[in-house]
C-alpha cells in the first residue's frame, strides 16, 4: 500500500470488495483471553424463558468475549433469584468469585421489571444490585448494562457492552454506512450509495457521524444525525474533502482539504463555517485526530520523506515527530487517556500491524500478528481496539486488547467490512 493519503488508500481497498450481506450480525470469535481471569457465574433470570429475548445469555456473551471473565456453569440446581437464596459455600465449590442473579417480571403497562445483584461469593456480600423498568424492546439493551454494571464492579474499568460501532460494507456495488451495537447486534444503515463512502466518525455525544460521500462524483464531507438521519454538508471545497475527526467538545472538525495544493489539516466549525488552515507542509499532512484534552491533534505526514506520526498544537506552532521506529506509521489515535497512541505499522516490507506506543516513554509494542491491518480505533475505556484486517483474503474486523492478550475476529456471514470506528460511551455511562 502506497502512502498518498487517507483517501487513496482507503479507495485501494474498497476497489476490491467481494459482495457482501448488508444487514447481517457481526459474529465474534474470540481468539485469546486475558490472564487472571475473574470466575464468575450468570444464573438465568426468573421469568426470562418465556420471553423472546433472554437477558442472560447476551450478559454472558458481553463478559466472555471481553476475555477477562471465565465462566463457571450456572445449570445446576437450585437456581438462586435473590441474594437470600444463595448458598455461597455451594458456590465457591463450583468456582465462582461472583455470582448474578436476577428476575424478569412483566407490568400491568406492558413493560417489563428487571432485577439483578450482583454477588461476592467469598465475602457473602452483594457488590451491586439495580432495577429497570423497560418496554421489551429493550431487553437487549438492558442486558448490555447489566454486563457494563458487573465488568465495572469486577474490574474497577467502565464496561463499554453498551457501545456502538460504525464501519462501512460493500454490497456488490452498493455501499453502506452501517451502525451496530458493540457484539455486532442490531445493523441499522445510515447511508446507502452506488458511490464510495469512507471515514465514518462518531461525534462525541454519539448522535451523529461524520463521513466523507463520493455520491456526487467527488469527496464531499457530510454530518449526519442518527436519530433524524438528517444531514449537511460540511465541506465541499474545490478538490478532495477527507478524513473527518471531531474535536473532543463537539464545536468543530479537522478535515483534510485540498483546496490550496496539497492535502493539509484545516479546522472548521461543526455547522461548516470558520474554515481554518492548521498545518502548512510541502508534505501531505492527513489522518487528524483530536487528544482528548482538545489542545492538539496528530497526524499522519511524508514531509520528512516517509509516512510518519506527528504531533502539533491547535493553539500554532511546529509539528513534533513521534514515531522513528520503522519507514511507515500511519492512521493514529489518542488512548482515551491520552497517554499512549495507537497506529499502524509496515513491517518486513509488506505487513502492516496495529502498534501502540506509550507517549511519555516511547515505547512501542506490536499487538497484532495479521498482515493487512488498517483504522485502528480505541474502546471508550482504553482496554479494546478495534480494527480492519484480512484472513483468508477477506476483510473483516477485529479487536485486540491495549496489552496485546485478548483477541477477536468480527465477521460478516459473507462479504467484508471496512473502516471501523469504536463509538462513544452511552449520555447514560
Same mark, same amino acid.
Given at each position: 500500500?502506497?502512502?498518498?493519503?487517507?483517501?487513496?488508500?482507503?479507495?485501494?481497498?474498497?476497489?476490491?470488495?467481494?459482495?457482501?450481506?448488508?444487514?447481517?450480525?457481526?459474529?465474534?470469535?474470540?481468539?485469546?483471553?486475558?490472564?487472571?481471569?475473574?470466575?464468575?457465574?450468570?444464573?438465568?433470570?426468573?421469568?426470562?424463558?418465556?420471553?423472546?429475548?433472554?437477558?442472560?445469555?447476551?450478559?454472558?456473551?458481553?463478559?466472555?468475549?471481553?476475555?477477562?471473565?471465565?465462566?463457571?456453569?450456572?445449570?445446576?440446581?437450585?437456581?438462586?433469584?435473590?441474594?437470600?437464596?444463595?448458598?455461597?459455600p455451594?458456590? #465457591?465449590?463450583?468456582?465462582?468469585?461472583? +455470582?448474578?442473579?436476577?428476575?424478569?417480571?412483566?407490568?400491568?403497562?406492558?413493560? +417489563?421489571?428487571?432485577?439483578?445483584?450482583?454477588?461476592?461469593?467469598?465475602?457473602?456480600?452483594?457488590?451491586?444490585?439495580?432495577?429497570?423498568?423497560?418496554?421489551?424492546?429493550?431487553?437487549?439493551a438492558?442486558?448490555?448494562?447489566?454486563?457494563?454494571?458487573?465488568?465495572?464492579?469486577?474490574?474497577?474499568?467502565?464496561?463499554?457492552?453498551?457501545?456502538?460501532?460504525?464501519?462501512?460494507?460493500?454490497?456488490?456495488?452498493?455501499?453502506?454506512?452501517?451502525?451496530?451495537?458493540?457484539?455486532?447486534?442490531?445493523?441499522?444503515?445510515?447511508?446507502?450509495?452506488?458511490?464510495?463512502?469512507?471515514?465514518?466518525?462518531?461525534?462525541?455525544?454519539?448522535?451523529?457521524?461524520?463521513?466523507?460521500?463520493?455520491e456526487?462524483?467527488?469527496?464531499?464531507?457530510?454530518?449526519?444525525?442518527?436519530?433524524?438521519?438528517?444531514?449537511?454538508?460540511?465541506?465541499?471545497?474545490?478538490?478532495?474533502?477527507?478524513?473527518?475527526?471531531?474535536?473532543?467538545?463537539?464545536?468543530?472538525?479537522a478535515?483534510?482539504?485540498?483546496?490550496?495544493?496539497?492535502?493539509?489539516?484545516?479546522?472548521?466549525?461543526?455547522?461548516?463555517?470558520?474554515?481554518?488552515?492548521?498545518?502548512?507542509?510541502?508534505?501531505?499532512?492527513?489522518?487528524?485526530?483530536?487528544?482528548?484534552?482538545?489542545?492538539?491533534?496528530?497526524?499522519?505526514?511524508?514531509?520528512?520523506?516517509?509516512p510518519?506520526?506527528?504531533?502539533?498544537? +491547535?493553539?500554532?506552532?511546529?509539528?513534533?515527530?513521534?514515531?522513528?521506529?520503522?519507514?511507515?506509521?500511519?492512521?493514529?489515535?489518542?488512548?482515551?487517556?491520552?497517554?499512549s497512541?495507537?497506529?499502524?505499522?509496515?513491517?518486513?516490507?509488506?505487513?502492516?500491524?496495529?502498534?501502540?506506543?506509550?507517549?511519555?516513554?516511547?515505547?512501542?509494542q506490536?499487538?497484532?500478528?495479521?498482515?493487512?491491518?488498517?483504522?485502528p480505533?480505541?474502546?471508550?475505556?482504553?482496554?479494546?481496539?478495534?480494527?480492519?484486517?484480512?484472513?483468508?483474503?477477506?476483510?473483516?474486523?477485529?479487536?485486540?486488547?491495549?496489552?496485546?492478550?485478548?483477541?477477536? #475476529? +468480527?465477521?460478516?456471514?459473507?462479504?467484508?467490512?471496512?473502516e471501523?470506528?469504536?463509538?462513544?460511551?452511552?449520555?447514560?455511562?
Amino acid at each position: 500500500m502506497k502512502f498518498l493519503n487517507k483517501l487513496a488508500a482507503v479507495l485501494v481497498f474498497l476497489a476490491g470488495f467481494p459482495v457482501a450481506m448488508a444487514h447481517a450480525a457481526l459474529t465474534i470469535e474470540i481468539v485469546g483471553s486475558g490472564a487472571n481471569q475473574i470466575p464468575v457465574a450468570i444464573v438465568p433470570f426468573a421469568g426470562e424463558s418465556i420471553l423472546m429475548q433472554a437477558v442472560t445469555p447476551v450478559v454472558a456473551a458481553d463478559l466472555q468475549r471481553s476475555g477477562l471473565f471465565k465462566m463457571i456453569d450456572a445449570a445446576a440446581q437450585p437456581q438462586p433469584h435473590e441474594p437470600a437464596e444463595v448458598n455461597y459455600p455451594d458456590w #465457591r465449590a463450583r468456582g465462582a468469585d461472583a +455470582l448474578a442473579i436476577g428476575s424478569v417480571r412483566p407490568r400491568p403497562d406492558g413493560k +417489563l421489571d428487571v432485577s439483578f445483584r450482583l454477588v461476592d461469593t467469598v465475602k457473602q456480600s452483594v457488590l451491586a444490585g439495580y432495577s429497570y423498568a423497560i418496554p421489551p424492546a429493550q431487553l437487549r439493551a438492558t442486558a448490555h448494562k447489566i454486563a457494563d454494571e458487573i465488568y465495572e464492579k469486577l474490574t474497577g474499568d467502565i464496561g463499554v457492552f453498551s457501545t456502538r460501532i460504525a464501519y462501512i460494507v460493500k454490497s456488490g456495488a452498493r455501499y453502506e454506512l452501517q451502525v451496530a451495537d458493540a457484539d455486532g447486534y442490531g445493523a441499522q444503515t445510515v447511508l446507502a450509495s452506488n458511490e464510495p463512502i469512507i471515514s465514518p466518525s462518531w461525534s462525541p455525544d454519539g448522535t451523529k457521524l461524520a463521513y466523507v460521500s463520493f455520491e456526487r462524483k467527488k469527496p464531499i464531507v457530510y454530518v449526519q444525525s442518527l436519530a433524524s438521519s438528517h444531514r449537511q454538508v460540511l465541506a465541499q471545497f474545490k478538490g478532495n474533502n477527507s478524513a473527518p475527526a471531531w474535536s473532543p467538545d463537539g464545536s468543530q472538525l479537522a478535515v483534510v482539504l485540498t483546496k490550496d495544493g496539497n492535502s493539509q489539516i484545516y479546522l472548521i466549525n461543526a455547522d461548516g463555517s470558520g474554515v481554518r488552515r492548521l498545518s502548512n507542509s510541502a508534505g501531505i499532512d492527513t489522518e487528524p485526530a483530536f487528544s482528548p484534552d482538545g489542545a492538539s491533534i496528530v497526524f499522519t505526514s511524508d514531509r520528512g520523506g516517509s509516512p510518519q506520526i506527528y504531533r502539533m498544537p +491547535l493553539s500554532g506552532g511546529g509539528a513534533q515527530r513521534l514515531t522513528f521506529e520503522g519507514n511507515y506509521n500511519v492512521s493514529p489515535h489518542f488512548s482515551p487517556d491520552g497517554k499512549s497512541l495507537v497506529f499502524i505499522q509496515r513491517a518486513n516490507g509488506s505487513s502492516f500491524h496495529v502498534a501502540l506506543q506509550d507517549l511519555a516513554t516511547g515505547q512501542l509494542q506490536v499487538l497484532t500478528d495479521s498482515r493487512m491491518d488498517e483504522s485502528p480505533s480505541f474502546a471508550p475505556n482504553g482496554k479494546m481496539i478495534l480494527y480492519a484486517t484480512e484472513i483468508g483474503g477477506r476483510g473483516i474486523l477485529a479487536a485486540v486488547s491495549s496489552d496485546g492478550r485478548v483477541k477477536q #475476529r +468480527l465477521t460478516a456471514s459473507a462479504g467484508d467490512v471496512r473502516e471501523p470506528e469504536w463509538g462513544p460511551l452511552s449520555k447514560n455511562q
